[in-house]
Antibody, heavy 122, light 107 residues
Framework: QVQLQQWGAGLLKPSETLSLTCAVY????????WSWIRQPPGKGLEWIGD???????YYNPSLKSRVTISVVTSQNQFSLKLSSVTAADTAVYYC????????????????WGQGTLVTVSS | DIQMTQSPSSLSASVGDRVTITCRAS??????LNWYQQKPGKAPKLLIS???SLQSGVPSRFSGSGSGTDFTLTISSLQPEDFATYYC?????????FGQGTKVEIK
């Protein structure tokens, strides 16, 4: 059974870069999209972006200018960097496995990391 | 982006009640619609994908229906462990978007 374990800094100052890493254990790394999703305190879910095992990236247009998602296939890990953070980026950040059941669209997030609360405060 | 709107935002129900949550897409998404359950302090859990296909291990009291722009999640007999927040997500096109959530509370 696949498990996702994530880590990274939980407290940042405005203008710093958020950096999180997610490791995948117990399952295949290929054939999936590896995703980042965030949830501000008390609010809903926002997709940040994802990367295929081949390295193709897809980003939320509202965050695209600040987001980089990368993958290290040999280590079954993928990472998120979000630059120039502000208080509005305070959220629980989740890594997740995206399963595509068809050739176009059909992405479902079927396994999730434990979440990391990232707080941006001066 | 495709906007997803859930209703109601919250509801109160009793154990054994039948509960229905609605999700509406801003454009047709065929049956490319997923449902998640999230409990406080936990990551979401995939329940249904797509539209009406129950994921392995999800109790049969959960069901999904709909196509095009209108979808429903139904819990046929609410159990104590079902009190949670439910989210829909369109999987028709990137960027993937979620509804704002429906919180199911104990009456």
């Amino acid at each position: 059974q696949v498990q996702l374990q994530q880590w990274g800094a939980g407290l940042l100052k405005p203008s710093e870069t958020l950096s999180l890493t997610c490791a995948v254990y117990g399952g295949s790394f290929s054939g999936y999209h590896w995703s980042w999703i965030r949830q501000p305190p008390g609010k809903g879910l926002e997709w940040i972006g994802d990367i295929s095992h081949t390295g193709n990236t897809y980003y939320n247009p509202s965050l695209k200018s600040r987001v980089t998602i990368s993958v290290v296939t040999s280590q079954n890990q993928f990472s998120l960097k979000l630059s120039s953070v502000t208080a509005a980026d305070t959220a629980v950040y989740y890594c997740a496995r995206g399963r595509k059941d068809c050739s176009s669209g059909c992405l479902a997030f079927d396994s999730w990391g434990q979440g990391t609360l990232v707080t941006v405060s001066s | 982006d495709i906007q997803m709107t859930q209703s109601p935002s919250s509801l109160s129900a009793s154990v054994g009640d039948r509960v229905t949550i609605t999700c509406r897409a801003s454009q047709s998404i065929s049956t490319y619609l997923n449902w998640y359950q999230q409990k406080p302090g936990k990551a979401p859990k995939l329940l249904i994908s797509p539209a009406s296909s129950l994921q392995s291990g999800v109790p049969s009291r959960f069901s999904g229906s709909g196509s095009g722009t209108d979808f429903t999640l139904t819990i046929s007999s609410l159990q104590p462990e079902d009190f949670a927040t439910y989210y829909c997500q369109q999987s028709y096109s990137t960027s993937w978007t979620f509804g704002q959530g429906t919180k199911v509370e104990i009456k």
